[in-house]
């Protein structure tokens, strides 16, 4: 089993920078995919950026430029730097990870930018 905590959520004003962290623990090996995913109130979760083992990445086109995904593989820490945020960035973020056929998530974490 594996088990993922987030932290670094909060309030900041549009144009701020926040930075989220991952961690994964249990029965690990390696984590080929992690992944951080956002749900905003009536709307469906939606990938925001991914990352592999080998560090390929990959970004929502919204978020692009403006967000770092990155990781520690020697840690199993996964981090998304958010930077320029906007309101429309507010939603829970959420962390995945994928081993195998399976996949787990974090219990999310709040991410409220104000205008």
């Known amino acids: 089993q594996v088990q993922l905590a987030e932290s670094g959520g909060g309030l900041v004003q549009a144009g701020g920078s926040l930075r989220l962290s991952c961690a994964a623990s249990?029965?690990?090996?390696?984590?080929?995919?992690m992944g951080w995913f956002r749900q905003a109130p009536g709307n469906q979760r939606e990938l925001v950026a991914s990352?592999?083992?080998?560090?390929?990445?990959n970004y929502a086109d919204s978020v692009k430029g403006r967000f770092t995904i990155s990781r520690d593989n020697a840690n199993n820490t996964v981090y998304l730097q958010m930077n320029s945020l906007k309101p429309e960035d507010t939603a829970v973020y959420y962390c995945?990870?994928?081993?195998?056929?399976?996949?787990?998530w974090g219990q999310g974490t709040q991410v409220t930018v104000s205008s």
């Open positions: 249990g029965s690990i090996v390696s984590i080929p995919f």
């Open positions: 990352i592999t083992s080998r560090s390929s990445t």
């Open positions: 995945n990870a994928r081993i195998d056929v399976r996949s787990y």
